[in-house]
């Protein structure tokens, strides 16, 4: 009876190991609930809670309360998965925990264990490439314990990544008719668009850095990105926010700062982790003062440092010794505020400049004026007048942009208006503050009277970008939380 017992858990487990080993998370969680220890099922569920969602339940994980010697060795591994979403243990740590597991499996020849653990494994390996030797060996065990396509598919990749860290050790040279073949043999294997669109990705990191063939890689990172979008996992929707970090590279190194900016701000908007944020915010810093827009290269350079000093000194000791080796904080902080300061009183100077241009303008053209009242002019020199007045117009619109003036005579800075409605032939304006103004007008004709970072986003809107706090495909979220819709037509100006 005991017998009968152990055997139907051990089938059990089978079938959810090989449910969630094909990310099959339906029939994975449909075995889970027939698991009667509640300990390895809480483990279970909280994998599953991650597969779905990315998020982290805690919980207290008794291990030592699971005295069956598979169900401990399965537990054992998922702890360490907790761990290693948490981010705050050392690796050591937490691989640990997985050769523990893994040691134990092959003394059992549980090959399904086995194979659930070398991905794993090789992942760290892959990370890390200090240990080149191990990495290759266990690679070859990957190879020798393979049962399935899933097996092959993860053996397939973590080859190709060793070639590359090879490579870049200076032990290989790139040979890419055997990259070909590793990608080939991938894809082939890749049974769910989750793994297909992580080969793709590979494959355009591989073009990217070690070809560079940008273009190339262009092609199969947008090939990725779409094959994330058919997947409802969290790894999928996560690795969007990576390819955008791709891309943007590859911009960046062409020298199309605005558009890697972009795509940078896209990844910011959608990463999580703090280690990808904080390189995020690097990027961002290194555009803006490629563009020598001094004042936004400060703010993000600020940002990089302040999520740098969020990350866990323990964990992620390598990456904050990578910032401070490449940055003096305080030398670049000071020179950069330096600049903006400089810039802003530059600019201040125009301004006066600007003034005082205006109001010579203003006495020339009183001056004519008074000429003209003692001088018939014929009706070509009336028509310079005209031209003149245009001019001068277009002059003093320049010297007063810090407002306008609406067709009730309210005078409204430009600084606190956050967006624009029309209302059939009326305009309501909001403001910073919460105030509205509801004046006959057309968004064409105010539009003339604002400054660049004020953009069309719909038929009916128009928004000022520094008060913008999100961006969807479809809307914008303002800084009030209200949502303004972006329509396909206007969808470029953003």
Request: a positive charge.
């Amino acid at each position: 009876m005991l017998e009968l017992k152990a055997q139907r858990s051990n089938d059990i487990l089978d079938s959810i190991l090989l449910a969630r080993k094909r990310y099959d998370i339906k029939k994975a969680e449909h075995y889970i609930s027939t698991l009667e220890n509640q300990k390895l099922k809480n483990l279970f569920l909280a994998d599953m809670y991650f597969q779905k969602i990315g998020f982290v339940v805690e919980n207290d994980y008794d291990l030592d309360a699971i005295k069956d010697a598979r169900e401990q060795m399965i537990a054992t591994y998922l702890y360490a998965d907790i761990l290693k979403r948490r981010e705050i243990h050392k690796d050591s740590v937490i691989y640990r925990l997985y050769f523990n597991a893994y040691n134990k499996a092959v003394n059992a020849q549980d090959t399904l264990v086995i194979n659930t653990l070398l991905p794993k494994i090789n992942r760290h390996f892959l990370r890390n490439a200090k240990a080149l030797k191990t990495y290759d060996k266990y690679l070859k065990k990957a190879r020798q314990y393979a049962q399935d396509s899933i097996d092959l598919y993860h053996y397939y990749y973590y080859k190709a990544g060793y070639e590359m860290r090879a490579n870049e050790a200076g032990l290989k040279e790139i040979d890419t008719t055997q990259f070909k073949i590793l990608f080939k043999n991938g894809l082939k294997y890749a049974a769910t668009p989750f793994l297909k669109a992580y080969m793709h990705q590979f494959k355009g990191l591989y073009l990217e850095a070690f070809l560079d063939q940008p273009e190339e890689a262009l092609l199969y990172y947008n090939l990725a990105e779409q094959t994330y979008k058919k997947d409802s996992l969290y790894y999928s929707s996560k690795g969007i926010p990576s390819i955008a970090f791709n891309k943007a590279i590859i911009y960046h190194e062409a020298g199309d700062y605005r558009k890697s900016i972009n795509y940078f701000k896209i990844h910011q908007e959608k990463e999580k982790n703090n280690v990808y944020r904080m390189y995020g915010y690097e990027w961002l810093y290194k555009n803006y003062d490629a563009l020598q827009m001094n004042d936004s290269a400060l703010y993000y350079f600020k940002k990089l440092y302040k999520e740098k000093e969020a990350l866990s000194l323990l964990r992620h000791a390598a990456d904050i010794r990578e910032i401070d080796s490449k940055y003096d904080y305080n030398t670049i902080e000071a020179e950069l505020s330096s600049i903006t300061d400089e810039n802003e009183n530059l600019s201040k100077k125009v301004t006066y400049s600007l003034l005082a241009i205006g109001v010579l303008a203003v006495l020339v053209f009183i001056i004519y004026l008074s000429l003209k009242r003692f001088k018939k002019r014929s009706l070509e020199l009336e028509g310079e007048q005209s031209e003149a007045i245009k001019q001068l117009q277009e002059l003093k619109n320049i010297v007063t942009k810090d407002y306008i003036v609406l067709k009730d005579k309210t005078k409204v800075y430009i600084s606190d208006l956050t967006y624009i409605k029309s209302e059939d032939h009326y305009l309501r304006v909001f403001l910073a503050d919460g105030k509205q103004n509801f004046v006959r007008g057309k968004l064409s004709q105010i539009s003339d009277e604002l400054p660049p970072n004020f953009k069309r986003c719909h038929r009916s809107y128009i928004v000022n970008e520094n008060y913008i706090k999100q961006r969807t495909v479809s809307f914008v979220v303002m800084q009030d939380a209200t949502q303004i819709p972006v329509s396909r037509t206007y969808k470029s100006n953003l």
